[in-house]
């Protein structure tokens, strides 16, 4: 698509849980949780809590990065979008690369299916690194209520890997935490809710956590290693968790999530 595509928007309203996506990045813009024992108080009005949390010049939920072959990725790079029967597909060519974003949307659970896959059309070898991003640009006041927080409170960038879990809050130097290892799953942990994303297999990735902008700015980074001859394709399945922290909704996700329940 042209660099000044119009963006397309692809829904998925569930009985408990809306789901937003847009071809700009293939990125999530929106995760309302339905019912009402999901509400936040929010300018004295209570709303539903939804995840995804904008703001001008923050990349969205899921973007990516790219370091390889001299190629070129916007956080907002213009996608073609094509709805399928339970889920989007997002593609984009990106000199000799093509990438493509698979999200499978399960009718029940707070769980989503990401399959990233890279392809070399061009003649030459291309090598360098990928990255996913979890971010949240918390700016709420905490008014009261149960799903309510100040933004230094209930809202951190999380990451297990090498099977311990670590939060970061933020630092004076701003240089976050930097990690290699297996990751069992990484993200940002709420109060009550979890955004994570956690990699099926070939766990082994490089994660960095961030707090800034007055500690307002969260962020969590996934990265991989991307190594493709002419004509080869690499696919890397991820799961993504965007729901409450109940024991049940986390044991349905699998993987090591359960242990934020405890």
């Known amino acids: 698509p042209e660099v000044n595509a119009p963006e397309q928007k692809v829904e998925f309203d569930q009985p408990h849980r809306r789901l937003v996506f847009s071809s700009h990045g293939g ?9 009402e024992q999901f509400m936040r108080r929010k300018d004295g009005k209570d709303e539903p809590v939804d995840l995804v949390q904008q703001a001008n010049g923050v990349p969205l939920p899921l973007s990516l990065a790219l370091e390889a072959g001299g190629a ?25 690369l093509e990438l493509t974003k698979k999200y499978t949307v399960p009718a029940t659970g707070y769980d989503l299916q990401l399959d990233i896959t890279w392809k070399n059309a061009g003649a030459s070898p291309v090598s360098g690194k990928w990255t996913t991003l979890m971010t949240a640009h ?116 699998g993987n090591s999530l359960p242990t934020l329940a405890e």
């Open 138 to 253: 918390d700016t709420r006041k905490g008014e009261g209520g149960m799903f309510s927080s100040a933004p230094n409170e209930g809202l951190l960038p999380v990451v297990r890997v090498d099977d311990k879990v670590e939060h970061h809050a933020g630092d004076k130097s701003g240089s976050g935490v930097t990690k290699s290892g297996e990751v069992a799953f990484l993200g940002l942990d709420e109060r009550y809710f979890m955004e994570a994303v956690y990699p099926t297999k070939d766990k082994h990735a490089d994660v960095s956590l961030h707090v800034t902008d007055n500690g307002q700015l969260r962020r969590a980074e996934l990265g991989f290693g991307l190594s493709l001859q002419p004509g080869q394709a690499q696919t890397r399945t991820l799961g993504v968790f965007l729901g409450p922290k109940q024991q049940e909704t986390l044991l349905e996700a």
């Open 72 to 96: 070129t990725l916007r956080p907002d790079q213009p996608m073609i979008a094509e709805k399928t029967a339970d889920g989007v597909i997002f593609t984009a060519k990106l000199g000799d």
């Open 27 to 35: 990125v999530l813009t929106s995760a309302l949780l339905k019912g």
